[in-house]
T-cell receptor
């Protein structure tokens, strides 16, 4: 099976940078997703990492290290609208995606 | 990106009845999935909807309770059968479009909010 760990909650200040970590244990996976979910809405796709390294997409970047079982999502120039839950998920055999519990991010002024 | 619609968006049902949720994708996709999300919790995978064959269920979910159809590459249904209040949840349809081994995208429908009285 898979095990995915993320911090439950984080708080950061508008304009700052925040890093949300995700550690996992799995026998194998195709890639790792990050999603954003605002309360009452469906998850929104942010990134997909297959290879080790950093993938940058605007204010959001995602990093993967397969050897360390570790990923992070980096959010720069935080805005109030970035307050949401951020979900780390593994795309596993059969291409099914298994989600972590998510990290609730609060951005304060 | 794929755009996914679901019907109904919400429903309130009586115990013992069944509800069928429809999911329509605006393009052909490789994989379709059904998830459940309890309030304040993360997503739990119910099953993979396989085109033209029986769905593949995750541990704790069975076909008699959650029958799934996928007659083609863009449409799927999930039925919640013989409902009880414990089935109250948000049910989400999801589609995956793997363009190449190094890149994958998975999108979600807006969800169906089900309340069972």
């Amino acid at each position: 099976g898979q095990n995915i760990d993320q911090p439950t909650e984080m708080t950061a200040t508008e304009g700052a940078i925040v890093q949300i970590n995700c550690t996992y244990q799995t026998s194998g996976f195709n890639g790792l997703f990050w999603y954003q979910q605002h309360a009452g809405e469906a998850p929104t796709f942010l990134s997909y990492n297959v290879l080790d390294g950093l993938e940058e997409k605007g204010r959001f970047s995602s990093f993967l290290s397969r050897s360390k079982g570790y990923s992070y999502l980096l959010l720069k120039e935080l805005q109030m609208k970035d307050s949401a839950s951020y979900l780390c998920a593994l795309n596993t055999g059969g291409f099914k995606t298994i989600f972590g519990a998510g990290t609730r991010l609060f951005v304060k002024a | 990106s794929a755009v996914i619609s679901q019907k109904p968006s919400r429903d309130i049902c009586q115990r013992g009845t069944s509800l069928t949720i429809q999911c329509q994708v605006d393009s052909q996709v490789t994989m379709m999935f059904w998830y459940r999300q309890q309030p304040g919790q993360s997503l739990t995978l119910i099953a993979t909807a396989n085109q033209g064959s029986e769905a593949t269920y995750e541990s704790g979910f069975v076909i008699d309770k959650f029958p799934i159809s996928r007659p083609n590459l863009t449409f799927s249904t999930l039925t919640v059968s013989n409902m009880s209040p414990e089935d109250s949840s948000i049910y989400l349809c999801s589609a995956q479009t793997q363009k190449r081994l190094s890149y994958n995208e998975q999108f979600f429908g807006p969800g169906t909010r089900l309340t069972v009285l």
